[in-house]
Nanobody
C-alpha cells in the first residue's frame, strides 16, 4: 500500500510557474501509474495529467485545459512524481491531488478518478490575477 504526500502549492501570480511534487512511500513505486487531479471550490474533482508506470513520454495524458502548459514527470528511483505548471491562470486555482494506481501494465496512463486507489491530502495552488 502506497502513501502519497503532495507539496509545492503556493500563491502565484498569473503567468507564473510552479512545480508540484508528490512523494510516495510504503510500496514499490514503479508498480504504480500516477495521476494529478484538482478540485476548485464548489466544483468536482477533475483530471489534470497522468503518467504510466514506465514514465515513457508517449504514455502521458493531459486535460485539454492544461495541455501545452503543464508537464507531468516521474523519478522512480526517488519515488517522486512532479507536475510542472507554466503560464498559470486564475482558473487553475484549486487543491491539487496526487493519486496512484497499482497496475501490471507499464505503459497505461489513467484519466478517471475511479481508476485510482490511493490519494494524497492535496496541496493548494492559488493564482492571482
Amino acid at each position: 500500500q502506497v502513501q502519497l504526500v503532495e507539496s509545492g502549492g503556493e500563491l502565484v501570480q498569473a503567468g507564473g510557474s510552479r512545480r508540484l511534487s508528490c512523494a510516495a512511500s510504503g510500496g514499490t513505486f514503479s508498480g504504480y501509474a500516477v495521476g494529478w487531479f484538482r478540485q476548485a471550490p464548489g466544483k468536482d474533482r477533475e483530471f489534470v495529467a497522468s503518467i504510466s508506470r514506465s514514465g515513457n513520454y508517449r504514455y502521458r495524458n493531459y486535460a485539454d485545459s492544461v495541455k501545452g502548459r503543464f508537464a507531468i514527470s516521474r523519478n522512480n528511483a526517488a519515488n517522486m512524481v512532479f507536475l510542472q505548471m507554466n503560464n498559470l491562470a486564475p482558473e487553475d486555482t484549486a487543491v491539487y491531488y496526487c493519486a496512484a494506481k497499482y497496475t501490471l501494465y507499464p505503459d497505461n496512463a489513467y484519466s478517471h478518478r475511479e481508476d485510482y486507489d490511493y490519494w494524497g491530502q492535496g496541496t493548494q495552488v492559488t493564482v492571482s490575477s
